[in-house]
């Protein structure tokens, strides 16, 4: 597999591109198809969260691969190709690995070391499974990715650091507009977000919690959850229960603002409070006008200015001993699959090498027809020996050098030195000839605006 990744992220972007390249409804699944058709890709992926929309695909080669996906996520975010290349990322081979080993990890993650995006990579696998997109090389990447991420949860003190973001966002509430414990609050949305932060405002007090959501069934169900905590409110009547509550969480993945300005001045207008009328957005692309920051009595946190909280806040946890974990993972991956892709030709070696011997050993038994029993059987061994000895040392070396990035040239040497047939290779490791065995190419990642001119060395074209 020669593992690419395109894709942008609260890294790179700001919130506004972020938001306008926000994948909803049913363009996901066809952003997904549309990769996986591509005629340099043979299989693919697609994180797609509130923070980053990332593309993994099994390419054949470097600047193609970068080429096509690039303008796939132009294409069905409906962001201009030239404006979206300066925020777009790229990562290949061990890079790629090493990136989405670290996401896993939460250490690409707003809020450095929160555990949510296990659950998201793990849908984003799942996703892939479900729409036959993803083979057996991505299926294996995610899983050891999952793998991954829980070793660094289980290992290290990085849920110290690994607040939710819904707990992150409460704090940064809590600063503006008083402590959470006491306050009504109305969470807008019932999917996992809001399900998370519904959970979390009954575990942080809140004396009245309500619960709207588009479709009522969803609301009842997660408020059943939640047993007896919170109850459900029309989606139609959320303007008008603004200025009951203080605190509004939103996050139902709407293409369009779903709470605009005027109404939250209204809700204002009305409040007797003396607490500002809090707002914690959750949503790409955002669910709350944005002109709500400029009203007053009135406070908004969205995901903008919690990038911005989380980057002012002090170092987290063990994030030196997570990367640690991340860099030998990465390491034993590689290698792991190196080893993999020479497999195969050693084995079809072997099986050539043994059909040679019956072969030669037949012809032995036809001229010497006379050869008694005991004698057949001697030379048949010492045949067998004789062969098993040549082939044991560079057997064992190409295994060894397979480890090694570059591993993939001594499979194609023997297979060239033996005139191996290519069928029988591919006849061993499951896939039809003419299928990718993976490129040793040393990694990259570099921006994609300069994907064109400097791919990594030695990388396909």
Known sequence: MS?????????????????????????????????????????????????????????DKFHAGVAELSQLLAGHSGVDIDELTPHLYVHYEDRAVHHLFSVACGLDSMVVGEGQILGQLRDALAKAQDEHTAGRGLNELFQQALRVGKRAHSETGIDKAGQSLVTFGLEQVAVGAGPIAGKRALVVGAGSMSSLAAATLVRSGVTDLQIANRTPARAER?????????RTLDFDKVPQALADVDLVISCTG???????AAEVAAAVAARTAEQPLAFLDLAMPRDVDHAVHRLDGALLVDLESLSHAHAASPGAGDV?????IVGDEVTAFGQAQRAARIAPTVVALRAMASEVVRGELARLTSRLPDLDERSSAEISQTVRRVVDKLLHAPT????????EPGGASYAEALRELFDLDPAAVHAVSGTPVGDRAGSSIPAGGIPAAQAAVAPPAGAPR
């Not at 709407?254 to 605009?260: K, L, P, R, S």
């Open 3 to 59: 593992l690419l990744v395109v894709g942008l992220s609260h890294r790179t972007a700001p919130v506004g591109v972020l938001e306008r390249a926000a994948l909803t409804g049913e363009t996901p699944t066809r952003l997904l198809h549309d990769a996986a058709a591509s005629a340099t890709v043979a299989e693919a992926a697609l994180v797609n969260t509130c923070n980053r929309i990332e593309l993994y695909a099994d390419v």
């Open 222 to 230: 997660l408020a059943e959850i939640l047993g007896g905590a919170a």
């Open 254 to 260: 709407a293409a369009g603002t779903v709470i605009d």
């Open 320 to 324: 030196d001993a997570v990367s640690t």
């Open 396 to 403: 064992v070396k190409v295994k060894q050098l397979a480890g």
